[in-house]
């Protein structure tokens, strides 16, 4: 049995959230067919966050991001077993986040397909990895560290 991964999607959040939006859900929504026809393969989500808030604070944050995904997966009927996820905090930035543009990429959770058995062709992933539109609300510095969603 070989294995082979790589990225069908990236999806965005907004400053201090883990909250999945409408355009997060069609893209998910995509792949939900994906896993139903091929039960070979499992994904794997990674969070991150931006540098803002202490260590601890964005490593539970970036934990919060994929594992609502997951659950958003196993609501749409996902098994759980072919799910893991794991939140990585600051320490894979994707842009500089000495900038709001590279904070705001960097606010995001990563997905991979993993497959233990078929090869995978990117083809056959009927996905949409654009970048989420832009925040309506203005960025705005962390508070204690307390992490919330409304």
């Known amino acids: ?15 201090d959230r883990y909250d999945i939006t409408p355009t997060n859900k069609v893209e998910l929504d995509s792949m939900i067919g994906v896993f139903t026809s091929y039960p070979s393969y499992f994904v794997q989500i990674y969070g991150h966050t931006d540098s803002i808030g202490s260590d601890q604070y964005n490593l539970e944050l970036s934990r919060l991001r994929a594992r609502e995904i997951a659950l958003y997966l196993v609501d749409q009927g996902v098994d759980l077993k072919r799910i893991d996820y794991e939140g990585l905090g600051t320490t894979k930035p994707v842009g500089s986040n000495l900038t709001y543009r590279g904070r705001r990429m960097n606010r995001r959770a990563g997905m991979a397909i993993v497959s233990a058995n078929d090869l995978v062709l990117p083809s056959q992933l009927a996905t949409t990895a654009a970048i989420a539109e832009e925040p309506v609300e203005e960025e705005v510095k962390a508070g204690p560290d307390t992490i919330s969603c409304d």
Request: glycine share 0%; charged share 5%; proline share 0%.
């Open 1 to 15: 049995m070989w294995a082979q991964s790589f990225t069908i999607d990236t999806l965005y959040f907004q400053f």
